[in-house]
């Protein structure tokens, strides 16, 4: 470019002496001053030029050396091996809508409470509130060896304990209350040891101890994480997958770049007393393929619930024959997780799970406690995830997710008292008939990025035919406070 300058500068001096010959000598002057700054100032640019590749040179020299000689894990300090994380989140939820008949209905068996005390659900509309606190340690003994503890405490009400669905309204992971009681609750939820041996194409990984399955298999880059993304269990984790919590475990995964093959157990009831007998088993393939030039994340799983379930066949006998239902049979199912970026700052998601329609779910103490957990055979759920950053706000995400349950022909049959299950509405005039239907639910969150280490969340969900019983559904507005350090 200061060539090109120089040139022309000089061919400016050329043409004007002989097209102008009539100029004065005190233009031509002016012009040789100038000439001779440019060039000046061509040699001293010159020069820094020089100075500034020397000095890039010597800096990726010191930085190969640095690289080649970097101090291994266990070599440096302990503080320096050891992270700490801390998050607290408060949530607020008003519950608009509700149907007391049905919630009450489905608590108890289809049956009319006898009682006021028995109710479920006192009021049609209501607040709950809710406080979690998480605090994780992690700590790295070599390269390839590392351990995790996770500590969680919380307080406050859980609305599923009122309002039963298959969607759920808050993730137990965000409420931390579990849902017969209102007081909080304070565990370990995770304490697990952790090496990997690398391999010619990727490595293979070993972890064992009290771990959650769910962050090894059914991950999501969009719906995976109830502090940060959608509130409700139905897009933290498959809804059609009964999930063991927090136990005894051992996970294995091969991983490359591009795929990964996970196997895992964990104590299906969570009593640490005979580990074996109840084993919530899964495996997994994954691949992460780019689609469009896009990333994505592809991922296929079948798994088994060792605990005893409550077949339909011995609930009809029940009814038909008397006969005393038991818990007998295991479950397995199938599912996907699906996530795809589609445009810068913009990912699409989707589940699907299957567990077939033979199991109701768990016979407790009588039609009171019947559990309905297996009533639906499949789900399926779907969404969007766009950052905030097309619209310059880089830290916000907006979501929305819609989920479908459909409920199986025998749940159908029982609500709508066909067949043998006619003769419950006879032998007890308490029974109830309703109609069934499948349930869909609805969800929209904004997460607003407060501050460095604050987030505020306005959440908005629907539900049609809670718990797959016809009705007009219920509404729940919600704002999640997340401070994380």
Known sequence: MRRLLFCCLIGFLFFGAWGASWAADPEVEELKRMLRQVMEENRRLAQRVEELERRLADYEKRS???????????????????????????????????????????????REPAGA??????????????????????????PRDRAYVLLEMGSGKNPEAEVPSFSGIVDEGLSMVPVETEDGDVRVSEAWYERDWRLSWGKLRLRAGKIDVTTEV???????????????????????????SYSFGVVAAL????????????????????????????????????????PGNYRFYLWYQGEKHLEWDDLEDYFAKGIEPENDEPAWGFGVSFDQEVAEGMGIFFRYGWRG??????????????????????????????????????????????????????????????????????????????????????????RFQASDHLALT????????????EDDGFWVFSLRGVWEY
């Open 64 to 110: 190969a050396k640095e690289a080649r000689v970097e101090v291994p894990s266990e070599k440096r300090p302990w503080y320096e091996r050891v992270e700490v994380g801390l998050s607290a989140a408060g949530l607020v939820q008003g519950l608009v809508g509700a149907d007391k008949e049905l919630a009450n209905l489905h608590a108890h068996g289809g």
């Open 255 to 294: 991983e490359a770049e591009r795929w990964s093959f996970t196997l895992g157990y964990e104590d299906a009831n969570s009593d640490w007393d005979n580990l074996f007998d109840y084993p919530f088993l899964v495996a997994q393939l994954a691949v992460s393929p780019r689609l469009w030039g896009r």
């Open 458 to 469: 306005p959440d908005f969900q629907y539900t049609w035919n809670p718990a797959g019983l």
């Open 218 to 244: 059914d991950q999501n880059e969009y719906a995976n994480d109830e502090l940060g993304q959608f509130m409700s269990p139905v897009f933290v984790n498959n809804a059609a997958v009964e999930w063991a």
């Open 357 to 446: 329609d033979e199991l109701v779910g768990y016979w407790n103490t009588g039609l009171e406690d019947l559990d309905f957990s297996y009533g639906f055979e499949q789900s399926a759920s779907l969404g969007v995830s766009i950052s905030g950053a097309r619209w310059g706000r880089g830290e916000d995400r907006l979501g929305l997710g819609l989920a479908w349950f459909g409920i199986s022909d025998a749940y159908e049959d029982y609500w709508e008292g066909q067949g043998v299950y006619a003769r419950r509405l006879v032998l007890d005039p308490h029974m109830h008939r309703h109609e069934a239907r499948d349930e869909w639910h609805l969800e929209v969150y904004y």
């Open 117 to 142: 005390s028995d109710l479920v659900l006192t009021d049609e509309d209501k607040a709950y509130g809710a406080a979690s606190v998480d605090l994780s340690f992690s700590a790295e003994f070599s």
